[in-house]
């Protein structure tokens, strides 16, 4: 066989009846699949199963051989009246797969396929994303067929191609992100059809948070297992954090500390609050160790044992704090999230190993599955329902707009909240070069900007550059932005996203004269006019925007392949606009533009957001 451009002689098989050297070629979690598969179809508990059972056990492994290959296997491992033992079992799928000898934990390098660059990935967390996905998606009854997919090699490089399963867990991590009906799902799709799905599952990720900087189709296309590896890791942990809040669980208002700001414990990351609800059940037990990382803190499962007796005491014990061997004391621990109804994706070895990215995914399945928190009481609930209010409302919807579309910039920062995160400036001052390279004089930057002062003029430079660029933001000084102001934080950023799609527009001189939202709408109409349609807008405010047929006919008008409009609705009732928005939406991002917008701010007329659509539809962005 060939794999990853080296050519692998293939050694011989162990013979049947050697069950330790057979077990050995498989990983952990894997011989654990498989004996818990057999065990379930070998009713009799007599040791084996027919070659009909077999045929069942291999498809929930994501293995389908040939009629051929199946028979030729069989033959091969000479099961006596076709009762397969569990070694004749292992036998069997070593030769299905010609016994693979880099089905090893090991991290592999690749070349990235242009020059010298490599790249590196590990074979356990590729192995434990697989499973994940497989126990995510394994009730959809779409992906019959396609899940679950063999963790042990790499399917999934090659799963990822149509686009349909990234559009799928994108689904996951964030419901609702991608109408299902805009997905092209055929058997046989073209390489047209490919690449929307993939355009609409990239631009989509966006959208959503996940950062796609340097990611292109072509390369899901190609399956370069970095970029397929960094995009699937993104998407997992988002799904896995996406109920770590507040709204979605109120109890962890138990979690703030005495004199504690709600609105401070909203804006922690995830992975802070995780820490914070780990060490509040290991205080609660009793135990002298607190736990500060994802790594060394969890390597001898010590705390992991006290967690899950803590908080499911009818279930789990510390038992386990008993056993001396690190490996063991981590079987136990996996074991007994079983029995709290978490899917087992990683091994001891991950524990022990101190993986950092498996076990924060641990700890958050941990939560997800079992919190195990008081709720909170009916007076807390009343000042918790100002955080959902403030959640749904346009303010923070702009905000992860913004967010999104600053984090998808390629510069070397990253934001988890606009508010608090561009304080210091700097974030600011980098969207500002990268709008417009040499307008901030970075020797007047503090970097890191540690104290009250140096933020302070950071802040007062990045405004100085806003103006510079010509920005309106009269009223709006430096304070403003380093005291963390909302109002004049989202003028600021909608200034310079304004400025970086005019400067696009400016780019294409699309002959409408004037460089403005004026002169965009112009723009925008002309394309429409020049397609053969009949829409048209006054300006982005305008009362047609919300049926959504300007912004169907305005991407048909880009590429006329991309709308089917026996699909558009009349637009005239709340469903029929909804439905119209999300299809602009999906349109627009399959031909590759990045849409930060939601269906919401086309209906309800928000003209930033349209401004940005239209921006990106006109540019190609």
């Known amino acids: 066989p060939y794999r990853r451009g080296r050519r692998l002689s293939p050694p011989e098989i162990p013979n049947v009846g050697n069950d330790d050297v057979m077990e ?60 397969i033992s569990w070694d004749h079992f292992l036998a069997f799928v070593l030769r299905i797969r010609g016994k693979n000898p880099e089905q090893r934990r090991v991290h592999v390098t690749t070349r990235a396929g242009l020059g010298d660059a490599h790249h590196s990935y590990s074979e356990e967390e590729k192995t434990a994303f697989v499973e994940m996905i497989n126990s995510s998606l394994a009730d959809d009854e779409s992906m019959q067929g396609m899940i679950p997919i063999n963790s042990s090699n790499d399917d999934i490089f090659s799963a990822v191609r149509d686009g349909v399963l990234l559009c799928k867990l994108i689904n996951k991590a964030a419901p609702g992100t991608i109408e299902e009906r805009f997905i092209n799902r055929k058997e046989r799709m073209s390489i047209w059809e490919i690449q929307e799905n993939q355009n609409l599952a990239l631009n989509s990720a966006k959208a959503i948070g996940i950062i796609t900087v340097n990611m292109f189709p072509q390369l899901i296309i190609e399956g370069r297992p970095h970029i397929v590896l ?46 914070r609800w780990f060490n509040f059940h290991l205080q609660n037990a009793g135990h002298d160790r607190r736990v500060n990382n994802f790594q060394n803190d969890l390597k001898d499962s010590v705390n992991y044992t006290v967690l899950l007796a803590q908080i499911a005491p009818q279930l789990c014990d510390r038992t386990p704090l008993d056993l001396e061997d690190d490996t063991e004391r981590a079987e136990r621990v996996l074991e007994n999230s079983e029995k709290l109804g978490c899917h087992r994706f990683l091994t001891p070895a991950d524990i022990v190993s101190a993986n950092q990215k498996l076990n924060m995914s641990f700890v958050a399945t941990l939560f997800n599955t079992w919190p195990a928190l008081e709720p909170p009481a009916e007076e807390e609930l009343e000042k918790l329902q100002v955080i959902i209010e403030d959640e749904n409302s346009n303010e923070s919807r702009e905000e992860r707009a913004f967010r999104n579309w600053i984090n998808n910039l390629g510069i070397d920062m990253t934001i988890d909240n606009l508010f608090t995160d561009l304080t210091d400036g700097l974030v600011l001052l980098k969207v500002i070069e990268e709008i417009k390279p040499g307008t901030v004089n970075w020797s007047l930057v503090q970097q890191p900007a540690r104290m009250v002062f140096h933020r302070m003029g950071n802040c007062n430079h990045a405004v100085d550059c806003c103006k510079t660029l010509g920005c309106s933001i009269v009223g709006i000084g430096g304070k403003d932005i380093s005291d963390g102001n909302k109002q004049y934080i989202l003028a600021i950023v909608w200034q310079l996203m304004r400025m970086h799609i005019l400067n696009f527009i400016k780019q294409l001189n699309l002959g409408s004269g004037e460089v403005s939202e004026a002169g965009l709408v112009a723009a925008a109409n002309d394309k429409v006019r020049q397609a053969g349609k009949a829409t048209q807008i006054a300006n982005l405010r305008d009362t047609a925007l919300s049926s959504g047929h300007f912004l169907l006919d305005l991407v048909s008008a880009v590429e006329p392949r991309a709308i089917d409009y026996e699909m558009v609705t009349p637009g005239e009732t709340d469903e029929d606009k909804q439905f119209n928005a999300k299809y602009a939406i999906a349109a627009a991002r399959k031909i590759g533009c990045s849409i930060f917008c939601l269906w919401e701010d086309i209906v309800e007329r928000n003209p930033r957001m349209i401004m940005t659509f239209i921006g990106a539809v006109l540019s190609g962005q």
């Not at 004996?35 to 293995?63: A, N, W, Y």
């Not at 669980?249 to 995780?274: K, T, V």
């Open 230 to 275: 960094g995009l699937i890791w993104q998407i997992v942990k988002m799904g896995l954090f996406q109920k770590i809040n507040l709204v979605d669980h109120p109890e962890l208002y138990r979690l703030l500390n005495p004199g504690e700001d709600l609105d401070a414990f909203r804006n922690l990351p995830p992975e802070q609050i995780l820490l």
């Open 24 to 83: 050995g070629e498989f990983k952990p979690l894997e011989l654990r699949n498989f004996r818990t598969k057999f065990r379930d179809l070998d009713q009799s508990g007599e040791g084996h199963i027919t070659p009909d059972e077999l045929r069942v056990v291999l498809g929930q492994c994501g293995m389908n051989p040939s009629d051929e290959e199946f028979t030729k296997a069989l033959a091969e491992i000479e099961a006596p009246e076709s009762q």
